[in-house]
């Protein structure tokens, strides 16, 4: 899935004007590394409901770009929430 950003990030000097999201790539490995970067309250609440935990989500669409979690935190929020979306979807298996 190719995200054309509403407008041009730059995150530790590289500029992203889009991002290439495979979902479909990612392994279980993939996922526990998303979860590892969760704090203690956000993997509380992963543990609950893992595709409804927007923390997880935006780590699991790091991991599906290839990109730091901090690329994805600096998307503008429309963008942000149209991936977290896309990751929820996959997550909960409506990808």
Known sequence: MKLKLKKPIT???Q???????DFD????????????GLSDNAAYMD???PALSMDFQA????????VSINVIKALPAKDFMKITK???DFLSDKG
């Open 11 to 13: 995150v530790d000097g």
């Open 15 to 21: 500029e992203y004007q889009e991002l290439d999201f």
């Open 86 to 88: 896309a990751a929820q």
């Open 47 to 49: 543990n609950l409901l």
């Open 59 to 66: 780590n699991v669409s790091a991991e599906a770009a290839k």
């Open 25 to 36: 790539g990612l392994t279980g490995a993939d996922l526990l590394k998303a979860r590892a």
